[in-house]
């Protein structure tokens, strides 16, 4: 129904930086909002950051001033550009897509990414 190509995650040391990007794709007819939420080993999944449709942001505490996320809704992408990361950062990253509409399933659902990996190390 919705795939995802995620890419841009690694290795980097403290105060270095990362973007990720999300493409969705499949039989998508709107998609409200995209965004990212990691998990840290041991930890709960957690919000990142999201983006709406018509540009509204919200970001966690801990990334604020840090993290940009962005959407280029024409190719229904989602980016989120990393700066001054932090070794707390280290977790899996998961692009969510929510309220999608597609040709395939009624309604408004939901759709997760399959991760990407962001270790920050000193």
């Known amino acids: 129904q919705v795939q995802f190509v995620e890419s841009g995650g690694g290795l980097v040391q403290p105060g270095g930086s990362l973007r990720l990007s999300c493409a969705a794709s499949g039989s998508i007819l709107s998609i409200y909002g995209m965004g990212w939420h990691r998990q840290a080993p041991g930890k709960q999944r957690e919000l990142v950051a999201h983006?709406?449709?018509?540009?509204?942001?919200n970001y966690a505490d801990s990334v604020k001033g840090r993290f940009t996320i962005s959407r280029d809704n024409a190719e229904n992408t989602v980016y989120l550009q990393m700066n001054s990361l932090k070794p707390e950062d280290t977790a899996v990253y998961y692009c969510?897509?929510?309220?999608?509409?597609?040709?395939?399933?009624?309604?408004?659902?939901?759709?997760w990414g399959q991760g990407t990996q962001v270790t920050v190390f000193s």
């Open positions: 983006i709406t449709t018509g540009g509204s942001t």
């Open positions: 969510i897509a929510y309220r999608v509409v597609t040709t395939r399933r009624l309604g408004q659902n939901d759709y």
